[in-house]
């Protein structure tokens, strides 16, 4: 079946412009994840979205960053008067029910903000 | 303060030989404890996870890792490895509280002929 899918599969902008970074969960999954790797940080948790619930944005690096979950599937990561800082690979999962359950990974957004 | 640590950077080792990564948490509980897997070009995998029970867990490909609980260690082991082992190696945390999700700065592997 399909798997996690991100777009676009890479980003460039300018600095302080908006982006928009779009995943859709494997279809019935009710948990959905947002995570930041940038070069030799390793993997930062931004957000987790689950079924109904308000998000936890406590991984969310500063208040430019924002994300929606819409009829609890396809879920939108902004980022705001993007920084050099910003540029990363932005990776989504998503898993069956909760945090406990394997998450399945997307092949991520690189964004790159000049 | 809460953290995983992977302290091995980047391991080297030639195929068929055995193979260990480590990872070690600092956290007042038993985490969830994962491990995953990123080859080039290719998204994140789960290789296992350990929440309970038997203190050693078997994966695919081979993988397998012990918990100790008296060294917060969940460490990874593969007995012969294959060059297309080659990857990057993740150790995750998720505390039973939920909501905290931690990685690993990962372990690069390159395994020679």
């Known amino acids: 079946g399909a798997g996690v899918s991100q777009s676009p599969s890479n980003k460039v902008t300018e600095k302080g412009k908006d982006v928009e970074l779009r995943c859709d969960p494997i279809?019935?999954?009710?948990?959905l994840y947002w995570y930041r790797q940038s070069l030799g940080q390793g993997l930062e948790f931004l957000i987790y979205?689950?079924?109904?619930?308000?998000?936890?944005k406590s991984g969310l690096p500063s208040d430019r960053f924002s994300a929606e979950r819409t009829g609890g599937s396809v879920s939108t990561l902004t980022i705001q008067r993007t920084q050099q800082e910003d540029s990363a690979v932005y990776l989504c999962?998503?898993?069956?029910?909760?945090?406990?359950?394997?998450?399945?990974f997307g092949p991520g957004t690189r964004l790159t903000v000049l | 303060a809460q953290s995983v640590t992977q302290p091995d950077i980047h391991i080297t080792v030639s195929e068929g030989a055995s193979l260990e990564l480590r990872c070690n948490y600092s956290y007042g509980a038993t985490p969830y404890l994962f491990w995953y897997v990123q080859s080039p070009g290719q998204g994140l995998q789960l290789l296992l996870k350990?929440?309970?029970?038997?203190?050693l867990v078997q994966g695919i490909k081979g993988f397998e890792a012990e918990f100790k609980r008296s060294q917060s260690s969940f460490n990874l082991r593969k007995p012969s490895v294959h060059w297309s082992d080659a990857a990057e190696y993740f150790c995750a945390v998720v505390l039973n509280t939920g909501n905290q999700f931690y990685f690993g700065t990962g372990t690069s592997l390159t395994v020679i002929p």
């Open positions: 999962a998503s898993s069956l029910e909760g945090f406990a359950d394997t998450q399945y």
């Open positions: 279809s019935g999954h009710t948990a």
């Open positions: 350990y929440f309970s029970g038997d203190t």
């Open positions: 979205f689950q079924g109904n619930s308000a998000p936890d």
